[in-house]
């Protein structure tokens, strides 16, 4: 069977152009010392942490606001063992016995290994071409690359060669997940992965939880989506996102990323 048409709607997440502007507000911490302290012992402990409340509310509502109402998505999976992005219009326009070969294709990779679904929005990559023009976004994309962000990895990390951080926007809807993985790729330098969470009216029931999977495949710790809460973990360390619920109507958003080591290619 050909799937060639499933060329025409590959991810495009579009054009525009433009530096966010620098009269927008800093997004800002609200995490405090003592937070901050507690987050670095309950790391070294468990080599993962959530904090809650992690960054000024009216940051964090700014925040949702600008991924709720996002619209630039590329729906990412695997199909054939490689990497594939969508454009979710695309797809959503195929008629259905073609939509039908998609989910196949990649359920079939769900079966045979490691396999994600969900749509993502590259900051990092959108940033370094000069194209990340929404101003809140920028001013996230500003904060998880500010020496506020990175100071406070370190802190909570114990690894003082943290040098700087990627992102991305990502929101999984119902029917979306990550399989269990490590998040460790040769040559990115990842030292931990981070999840700011701006997830609203979410319960443990709804899925989408980070789940963190130990020695003997259970799931030792589960963080279930909340608004406005900071998870970071050591690289490498198993974990998944386990799938979305068939009815849940709302999104699971965040921005994730992963601090790393090491000299920033091209910059
Ligand atoms: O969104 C999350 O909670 C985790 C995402 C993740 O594991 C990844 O992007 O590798
Ligand atoms: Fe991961």
């Known amino acids: 069977m050909t799937t060639a048409w499933l060329h025409h709607v590959s991810g495009d997440a579009g054009p525009a152009v433009n530096d966010p502007s620098s009269t927008i ?3 800002r911490l609200a995490a405090g010392r003592g937070q901050v302290a507690d987050a670095a012992r309950r790391f070294a402990r468990d080599r993962r942490v959530l904090i809650e409340n992690v960054l000024r509310e009216e940051d964090a509502a700014r925040l949702h606001a600008a991924a709720a109402s996002w619209t630039r998505w ?3 999976t695997r199909i054939d063992s490689a990497h594939r992005d969508f454009n979710p219009a695309g797809l959503a326009a195929l008629p259905q016995d073609k ?4 989910q196949g294709l990649i359920d079939r990779e769900a079966r045979q290994g490691f396999q994600y679904l969900f749509e993502t929005y590259a900051l990092y990559d959108a940033a370094r071409a000069g194209r990340l023009d ?5 001013a996230a994309f500003a904060f998880v690359r500010s020496p506020e962000f990175l100071e406070l990895a370190r802190t909570i990390t114990g690894r003082s060669e943290i040098a700087y951080a990627d992102a991305q926007l990502t929101r999984f809807r119902a029917g979306h997940y990550l399989a269990r993985h490590d998040d460790a790729v040769d040559g990115k330098n990842r030292v931990a992965a981070y999840v ?3 997830t609203r009216g979410w319960r443990a029931d709804c899925g989408g ?6 020695g003997d495949g259970h799931v030792e710790r589960a963080y279930t989506p909340t608004f406005n809460a900071l998870a970071m973990f050591e690289v490498p360390t198993p974990h998944a996102v386990s799938p979305v619920a068939p009815w849940v109507d709302g999104h699971r958003l965040s921005i994730t990323g992963w601090l790393r080591s090491g000299r920033e290619a091209g910059v």
């Open 99 to 102: 939509a039908a070969v998609v």
């Open 134 to 138: 929404d101003p809140d976004l920028g």
């Open 209 to 214: 939880q980070l789940q963190f999977v130990d």
């Open 25 to 27: 507000e800093r997004v």
């Open 196 to 198: 700011i969470n701006l």
């Open 74 to 76: 590329n729906l990412v």
